[in-house]
C-alpha cells in the first residue's frame, strides 16, 4: 500500500469516528475540480467529509485554528480546507452562513 493510501485509509477511518460540526449548505465544484475528481479517482465524497467533521486537511496551524473557531456557530465564518490528492491540491470552501461550499482549484480562486 502506497503511503498516500495508508494516509487516506487512516483518514477514512478517523473521520468516520467523528460527525460533522458543519453544514455544508448546496455543494457545488468548478470545472477544474470536477476534471481532476474526474481524471484521479478523486474521493469527493470523503473529502467533502473530512471538512464538514473538521479535517481541515493541508492547511497551516493559523488557518486550522481559524476554522476551529469559525465552526462555533456563535462566531460563524467563512472555513477553507485544502486536500492534496493524486491530480494536485484541492480547496474546499464553506461560507460563513453554510449556505453553500465550493470545491476548487487554487488557481480557481
Known amino acids: 500500500m502506497t503511503a498516500l493510501r495508508s494516509r487516506v485509509a487512516e483518514t477514512a477511518r478517523v473521520y468516520r469516528l467523528h460527525p460533522p460540526r458543519v453544514s ?4 457545488v465544484a468548478t470545472p477544474g475540480a470536477l476534471d481532476v475528481v474526474r ?3 478523486v474521493d ?8 464538514a ?4 486537511g493541508d492547511v497551516c ?4 485554528q481559524a476554522n ?14 485544502a486536500y492534496d490528492t ?3 491540491r484541492l480547496w474546499v470552501l464553506t461560507e460563513a452562513d453554510r449556505s453553500a461550499t465550493t470545491v476548487l482549484l487554487p488557481s480557481e480562486y
Request: with cysteine; charged share 20%.
Open 24 to 27: 455544508l449548505g448546496r455543494v
Open 39 to 41: 481524471d484521479h479517482g
Open 44 to 51: 469527493l465524497p470523503g473529502l467533502l467529509r473530512r471538512h
Open 53 to 56: 467533521s473538521g479535517d481541515w
Open 61 to 64: 496551524a493559523a488557518d486550522a
Open 68 to 81: 476551529d473557531l469559525a465552526a462555533d456557530p456563535a462566531c460563524p465564518a467563512r472555513l477553507l480546507s
Open 86 to 88: 493524486a491530480g494536485g
